[in-house]
């Protein structure tokens, strides 16, 4: 079963000047041994599957979600987080957020009937839910928590790892890892071990180095395995081009999810992440993506600062928090967005569009972020220059 949603006029594809997520560099490989963040991967039961999506499917399906069953959403949500719950049958309900997007507790209360099974939750752009209250509010109902930890592959809450509060938590390494692919299903309270997962094949892992190595080389990494690597990459054209022509016979070698759109492919729940996503999760410093990630994220908070017009969606960076993106609110959003488009800046509208199901106006504080965030790339692998110039972007965008 694949699900497909429209795709919106500003998630058309575009290549901008510096890469919007990780591209695997040499400089990726720089070991920085300091005492480390705590990650996802802490928490004792692991499962490595190809997106975040997947994951919360099969967290979805451990908990014995079926027909009937209701489970609760944020009103603010990828659009990714939706077809898991169809998939299973059961009925995806929308809790309202707060103007900081926190769950809104009082909603919640009136929300959760007999029929709600499960919670899910987002700590988004890297900044956590209030889990404390979180999870008495689940352990009150009976009913299981899941950390939707797709924007938090790494930081604590109140001194433990985030996803260790959750029945199950999900992460996508893809967002935080310069990789094709990449998925983690965890679990700190129950075994993993019923899920069995295969290799997504040959084919599979010879796409995810390669289209991996094509996004390096697209923005100038790694240019000494270019020249070599360009028989090769004909091949893999040729390839991808005669299985498109034969696309109704044959399954895709990668999943949709990678390719950034909503679709859900149930095809891929039992597949393990690449052999190649493991060898980066094993060998990339931690420490080295926590530590550029704060501090890329602080230059854009102090570049953009006192700016007329817009704010951080967060006043402050807490030590715990290793963020995904620098959301700004932003009051004339399309406008500056449009500029910063035309100049070649990565941005991303998280939650532009929500599920078209859902009734909007009921809460009206997700029509607003949905609306008015602006969220711009801190990651790890942004060199000096390429930082530099998309703060002095910003600053013309926003002060024209
Ligand atoms: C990206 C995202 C997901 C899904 O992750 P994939 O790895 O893309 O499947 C889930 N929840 C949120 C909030 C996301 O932003």
Redesign the pocket.
């Known amino acids: 079963m694949t699900h497909k949603e429209p795709v919106t006029p500003s998630s058309i594809p575009l290549h901008p000047d510096v890469p919007l997520a990780p591209v695997l560099s040499l400089d990726s490989f720089r070991q920085i041994t300091q005492s480390p963040m705590p990650c996802v991967l802490d928490v004792p039961h692991v499962r490595l599957v190809t997106?975040?999506?997947?994951a919360?499917g099969l967290a979805l399906r451990e908990l014995g979600v079926g027909e009937g069953d209701v489970v609760l959403l944020p009103a603010y949500?990828?659009l990714?987080?939706v077809p898991p719950v169809l998939w299973l049958k059961a009925e995806p309900r929308f809790y309202r957020v707060d103007a900081g997007a926190n769950a809104d507790m009082e909603d919640l209360t009136t929300q959760c009937d007999a029929r709600v099974r499960v919670l899910v939750t987002?700590h988004?752009f890297g900044f956590p839910q209030n889990l404390t209250v979180l999870r008495a509010f689940c352990d009150q109902r009976g009913i299981a928590l899941v950390e939707?930890c797709?924007?938090a592959f790494f930081g604590a809450y109140q001194g433990k790892p985030l996803g260790s509060y959750g029945d199950y938590a999900?992460a996508?390494?893809?967002?935080f890892f310069p990789m094709y692919e990449?998925?983690v299903l965890i679990s700190a309270r129950r075994s993993l071990d019923a899920i069995v997962l295969v290799s997504g094949g040959k084919g599979f892992e010879a796409k995810v180095v390669l289209a991996t190595l094509e996004r390096s080389f697209s923005y100038g990494r790694l240019m000494g395995l270019k020249a070599p690597l360009v028989l090769p990459l004909r091949i893999k054209d040729w390839l991808w081009q005669r299985i498109k022509v034969g696309q109704a016979t044959s399954a895709p070698l990668a999943p949709g999810?990678s390719d950034?759109d909503a679709s859900f492919d149930t095809a891929w729940l039992d597949k393990s992440t690449s052999l190649f996503a493991r060898f980066l999760l094993a060998r990339l410093s931690k420490t080295r993506i926590t530590g550029l990630r704060r501090r890329n994220y602080q230059c854009l908070q102090q570049t953009l600062r006192g700016l007329p017009g817009c704010r951080p969606l967060f006043a402050t960076l807490p030590d715990s928090v290793c963020p995904w993106l620098f959301p700004l609110l932003v009051d004339d959003a399309d406008a500056v967005f449009a500029r910063v488009r035309a100049m070649g800046v990565p941005v991303v509208r998280?939650a532009e569009t929500l599920w078209p199901a859902m009734d909007i106006e009921r809460c009206v504080n997700s029509r607003h972020l949905s609306r008015h965030v602006l969220a711009f790339p801190c990651h790890q692998e942004l060199n000096e220059q390429e930082l530099n110039w998309m703060c002095a972007q910003l600053l013309k965008a926003i002060r024209p």
Do not use: N, P, V
């Open positions: 997106s975040g999506r997947i919360l949500h990828s990714s987080m987002t988004y939707d797709a924007h999900i996508s390494s893809m967002k990449g998925g999810s950034s998280f």
